[in-house]
């Protein structure tokens, strides 16, 4: 081999690879290069950089040419993506378009996806609650999927450990099964929010309404301006991206602070197309990666490799990922791989009006609402359905009517604070039970720009998910009416499988290795020098948002590799 190749061989060479900036992958990057590893950072979208690349972030209302909604033709164009909250005006610029990276719908979903670095991390709703054994119990309790290898206390320090460094903020409620972390100060309750808390309290004993756990600096520590980020100012534009780094995203806070190390090579503009594996040394020995712009094939090599391109996508990969000992995708010795994909329901909503607090109102946003925690099936098993749901809750003024009113009157009207009664708003987040007929497999003809199969999603709620919904209407209902609510209306949101950003499994941990593709350490089954820490780890899907747990996952896996990696056993 030529001096040549040799050199250009070392220069594709590090200690680690880390596929995807998102969520887990900021902290995967940051964990590897702070212990010491130089790691190689691949994301398949464009760069963006904090604060300088948040383009909308500063803009009003009326700076949007179509006012903040997105033309009717693209809308034509992206089916899958247009009825997302994300897809509008002020974040177009981060969402994926159908057409940009096409999937076969065999059932109907709606895969967002956020192709730039940072990924989704600068989209996510920013809910961060913790799990509890409740629910890494719960499929060895009930006997659907297979059982967690971890419980709380393994995870317990992991969950401490990230919240410090991305700032959560949340209130110590001392729920069994909603762990309480190292919150920074919360948020508050509105008048009519702590009502409806007080009422349900007065009349349930198994159900409490808290404020939520989110994200959002409510108070910098020292930590957080290390990191450039300030207290968040309150301004409800988190999805556009925060230039004051007032929520966690892996540009404001991960990135940068592996960058500071001098140890993170990141290259933007990198579709990962497979995984190399060698069969001589038994283990993966590198990725092949796919220009964005050029389509030119490269391969950069490393001992250990962190997956983290969100579930779908590292799905993907991995099925992509054949060889001679895999022939059915990397590490799928189990032929679990592709299968059991979870996500949340959010079919449910129920809303209704408060005749009362007509003196009072609220001054200023909130980044943060009400939240309802589970309380179905949390200690035994109480109803014709598995597992159950949480529920956002937001109450709002009603506004003064303004439809009649022209010139000074609506100045008027607008002006004057309403005298009217407020309305109030509950979402629900039911746990769909991971089944092995929801799966992606790869399409046999079809590729996309880069030479790679298309991926085919079939994916569907159950009657499990729709007794579920029905619950969560007549539960709502009666606590509405309990707290004298009125005009109470229940609606089915029609959201479909993907439309949450929740989508997780399809490589998920396990005991047994022929029933799970990753071990208690995320580690792959098959392949020890393989980790995957994003949502494709999952093996149910609880109630609670996922990110929190994604991060602490990855602190807790990369810990484990990086001392498996100095023993030289990877």
Request: proline fraction near 5%; charged fraction near 25%.
């Amino acid at each position: 081999m030529s001096n040549f190749n040799i050199d250009s061989i070392k220069e594709r060479t590090f200690d680690a690879i880390v596929v995807g900036t998102g969520i887990s992958g900021g902290w995967a990057a940051k964990e590897l290069t702070q212990k010491g590893l130089r790691t190689l950072v691949l994301e398949r979208g464009r760069d963006v950089k904090h604060v300088t690349d948040y383009p909308t972030a500063m803009k009003n209302p009326w700076e949007f040419p179509h006012l903040g909604d997105v033309p009717l033709e693209l809308k034509q164009r992206s089916p899958a993506s247009s009825g997302h909250y994300i897809f509008k005006e002020p974040t177009l610029h981060f969402v994926v378009k159908d057409f940009e990276h096409p999937f076969v719908q065999e059932k109907p979903f709606s895969w967002m996806r956020g192709y730039q670095v940072g990924g989704r991390s600068l989209l996510w709703a920013r809910q961060a609650q913790r799990w509890s054994d409740f629910d890494f119990e719960g499929p060895a309790r009930d006997g659907f999927a297979v059982d967690w290898p971890i419980r709380y206390k393994d995870i317990a320090p992991w969950y401490s450990y990230v919240e410090k460094f991305a700032g959560i903020s949340g209130n110590k409620d001392g729920l069994p099964h909603l762990p309480d972390g190292e919150f920074l100060p919360p948020h508050e309750l509105n008048c009519v929010e702590k009502h409806f808390s007080q009422q349900v309290a007065k009349n349930y004993n198994d159900r409490q309404i808290i404020i939520g756990r989110t994200a959002n600096l409510s108070q910098a520590k020292q930590i957080h301006h290390d990191q450039g980020r300030t207290q968040c100012q309150h301004r409800v534009l988190c999805e556009r991206g925060c230039p004051y780094g007032g929520y966690f995203s892996s540009n404001s806070s991960t990135l940068p602070w592996a960058m500071k190390t001098g140890k993170m090579t990141l290259k933007p503009h990198s579709v990962v197309h497979s995984l190399i594996y060698d069969e001589k040394l038994g283990k993966a020995t590198g990725v092949r990666v796919v220009d964005a712009n050029t389509k030119q094939m490269t391969e950069y090599y490393a001992k250990v490799i962190f997956l983290n391109a969100s579930a779908l996508n590292s799905n993907l990969i991995l099925l992509n990922s054949k060889s001679n000992r895999f022939p059915n995708g990397f590490g799928n010795d189990s032929g679990v791989l592709g299968k059991y994909i979870g996500f949340h329901n959010y079919r449910g909503r129920v809303s209704a009006e408060f005749d009362g607090y007509h003196d009072s109102t609220y001054e200023g946003k909130r980044p943060n609402g009400a939240y309802l925690p589970r309380f179905r099936n949390v200690t035994k098993q109480e109803t014709d359905f598995l597992r159950g749901y949480a529920a956002s809750i937001s109450a709002s003024k009603l506004g003064n009517p303004t439809e009649n009113s022209w010139g000074e009157d609506l100045k008027n009207t607008l002006a004057t604070p309403s005298i009217s009664g407020w309305s109030i708003g509950a979402n629900m987040m039911g746990e769909v039970l991971t089944k092995e007929s929801n799966h992606v497999r790869l399409h046999s003809d079809l590729k996309d720009d880069w030479g790679i199969p298309q991926m085919v999603m079939s994916v569907d709620f159950d009657d499990n998910d729709m007794k579920m919904v029905k619950d969560f209407y007549e539960q709502f209902s009666e606590m509405f009416a309990k707290s004298g609510f009125i005009n109470i209306k229940t609606a089915d949101t029609k959201r479909v499988p993907g439309n949450e950003n929740h989508e997780m499994g399809g490589i998920r941990m396990g005991n047994d290795p022929k029933t799970s593709m990753l071990n208690r350490w995320n580690q792959m089954h098959a392949c020890k020098n393989v980790f995957v820490t994003d949502g494709g780890c999952m093996t149910s899907t609880a109630t609670q948002n996922p990110s929190l747990t994604y991060m602490a996952l990855t602190a807790r896996a990369v810990d484990y590799a990086v001392k498996e990696f100095k023993k030289g056993n990877l």
